[in-house]
């Protein structure tokens, strides 16, 4: 079975929505960046819905063979940041999202939308 890219950000979507992520948020920035594909945004309400969103993020990208390059800011859950390669991951607690706007600094990414029961 041949795995894409917009498999794993299904995933991700699907593990983000598991602990109740709020507003995700997925830009296309393969054409404005050689970083990743996809940025995915979304966040918590508080530092251990963070916290517990990037786990299950982590914890399914494992179980189902996606390489994790690195995780900052978990432990703090303000803004951890989750780099799968091609989607990189944004999990802000509310407040951090709200301040840094991540999705006004990348206005030039088209905002994609992905089911995860695709």
């Known amino acids: 079975m041949v795995r894409t890219v917009d498999d794993l ?3 991700v979507i699907k593990a983000a929505e598991e602990k109740k992520a709020e507003n995700i948020t997925v830009l296309d920035i393969k054409n404005l960046t050689v970083i990743a594909d996809y940025f995915m945004i979304c966040h918590g309400n508080n530092e251990r819905q963070v916290q ?3 786990r299950e993020i982590r914890d399914q990208a494992h ?3 996606y390489n994790v390059r690195g995780i900052e800011g978990e432990e703090e859950g303000r803004w951890a ?3 799968l390669e091609d989607v990189i ?3 802000f607690h509310r407040e951090e999202r709200e301040f840094y706007n991540l999705e006004r600094l ?3 990414a088209e905002v994609v939308t992905f089911s995860s029961q695709e």
């Open 63 to 65: 179980k189902n063979g």
């Open 52 to 54: 517990a969103i990037v």
């Open 106 to 108: 990348w206005k030039d």
């Open 89 to 91: 991951i944004h999990v």
């Open 9 to 11: 950000a299904r995933l």
């Open 81 to 83: 940041l989750v780099d």
